[in-house]
């Protein structure tokens, strides 16, 4: 009968959110704001580009434990994948991007005494690779928040 109820509340929806769930969600959307998904979305990092705020990335990217997982089993499954995604352009940005001169917070791609014009293969390929998983990022953001924020009734 217990398993009938739960089957029955997870189709219908009708069980309640956990307030670590809804807290867990108010604290990623604090962390990977609005800005920062439209600069992943929209930035091309062949060119220089002023932080805009990456620390909560590279928080996010650094979570482990239960304190920042889910505890509805679907949105933690989606968040773990989503979670993968973050680390995976953290890494990228962190092992790829570089301070620009003495610019405060401005940071590229190319070698100090590289052509942004006519970049080599190897900074080409930098440039690529976070093109293409910052956008990646952000429709794997995008389609969790659709799917938590119905989960959580929001």
Do not use: C
Request: aromatic share 12%.
């Amino acid at each position: 009968m217990a398993a009938m109820a739960w089957l029955f509340a997870e189709i219908s929806g009708a069980r309640e959110p956990s307030q670590h769930d809804l807290k867990l969600f108010e604290i990623i959307t604090a962390k990977l704001p609005e800005r920062i998904l439209d600069f992943l979305r929209n930035h091309d990092f062949g060119a220089s580009y002023n932080d805009p705020g990456f620390a909560g990335v590279y928080d996010v990217a650094a979570w482990q434990g239960p304190r920042q997982e889910f505890i509805d089993k679907s949105l933690q499954k989606r968040w773990g994948m989503v979670q993968i995604e973050v680390t995976k352009f953290a890494n990228g940005l962190s092992l790829n991007t570089f301070p620009e001169g003495n610019a405060d917070n401005w940071f590229t791609v190319h070698p100090t005494h590289g052509d942004p014009e006519i970049p080599e293969d190897f900074v080409q390929r930098r440039i690529d690779l976070l093109n293409r998983t910052a956008t990646e990022l952000a429709g794997h953001v995008d389609t969790f928040e659709r799917f938590a924020r119905s989960r959580l009734k929001l």
